[in-house]
């Protein structure tokens, strides 16, 4: 799979996604990240990028020309119109089913803004989806095309190996993953659940499931409401609750289940 990244900071997404897991895809050959540096497409002889707002405000906005050609360039060199997508806190919220659809795809564009953004026209003349990383405003579109991207590339087929898979994880079936534990049995007087010493499969995983329950009941409920529930979860979950009611002494506030 092939990331190209337009950006005026070309080092800092390599030095990123250069490390660690995606590093090493890199090294493989299963995936090809590269960085367009916008500002050798620029006309401009100070090899400026940017300028002021019309219609006047704060900040400077980039220019669409250098955008335009580097665009240009990529895609004369891919040899189709390819998927852009623009960084940006007014997209779509990156999710992981987003992520699932854009790894079918050969190639990906980023687009990274800064300052006060991009000229509107060039985005509309090159943009094909507006993605953000949530309700919050960075200095640029960097640290999200690196999100995006280092999760999009753990579902390439390679990228993991069995013992990293992407199988069973959070958010898989709209469920939060179960907790995990290692050696030692006994860290400072907090043991490890007894069931998963106990060598019973079966007991093992109806734990971690019931544990998926609790734990996205507790911390996002939201996504109960798409999950994939069995009668026996949906009892388990049930009974769980009428237990937390009778714990919870009256007239004080109740956790959200
Ligand atoms: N650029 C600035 N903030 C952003 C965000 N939250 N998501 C995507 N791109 C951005």
Redesign the pocket.
Known sequence: MNFHIMTLFPDMVLNGLGTSITGRAMERGILNIEAVNIRDYTLDRHLHVDDAPYGGGAGMVMQPEPVYRAYEALRERIGRKPRVLY???Q?KV?SQEIARELAKEEDLVFL??HYEGVDERVLDMIVTDY???????????E???MVMIDCISRLVPGVLNNRESAEIETFHDNLLEYPQYTRPENFMGHRVPEVLLSGHHANVDRWRRQQSLIRTAERRPDLLEKACLTREDKAFLAAYRQEQEEKIPSGKIKKSL
Request: charged residues 5%; contains cysteine.
């Open positions: 960084m940006t806190p997209g990156f990274c803004g993605l953000s990383i949530g309700d919050y405003v960075l200095t640029g579109g640290l999200p095309a």
